[in-house]
């Protein structure tokens, strides 16, 4: 007898791995992820790796991340110590 979810768990794995771009429903779908990990570990030990590497691949990417941000904290710490003089 097979696992009821692997059906569902081969589907977001293969719509993860395939993805061309970052959609709104990727969340989604590393959330269910997460459930799957929590609930079935058992049985989702197979995908483990998988799993980490979208995960890690998704989650490291933010399209609302800028690189300028060191450059704020630099303004910010430079501005403090003016502050103290």
């Not at 979810?5 to 993860?16: E, M, Q, W």
């Amino acid at each position: 007898m097979t696992w009821p979810c692997h059906g569902i768990l081969h589907h977001v794995l293969l719509s993860l791995k395939y993805a061309g771009a970052f959609s709104p429903y990727m969340y989604f779908k590393i959330q269910a992820l997460e459930s799957f990990v929590l609930r079935c570990a058992r049985e989702v030990t197979p995908y483990c790796e998988v799993i980490l590497d979208l995960s890690l691949k998704y989650v490291s990417y933010d399209p609302n991340f800028t690189d300028d941000m060191d450059e704020d904290q630099d303004e910010d710490m430079n501005g403090d110590e003016e502050e103290d003089e």
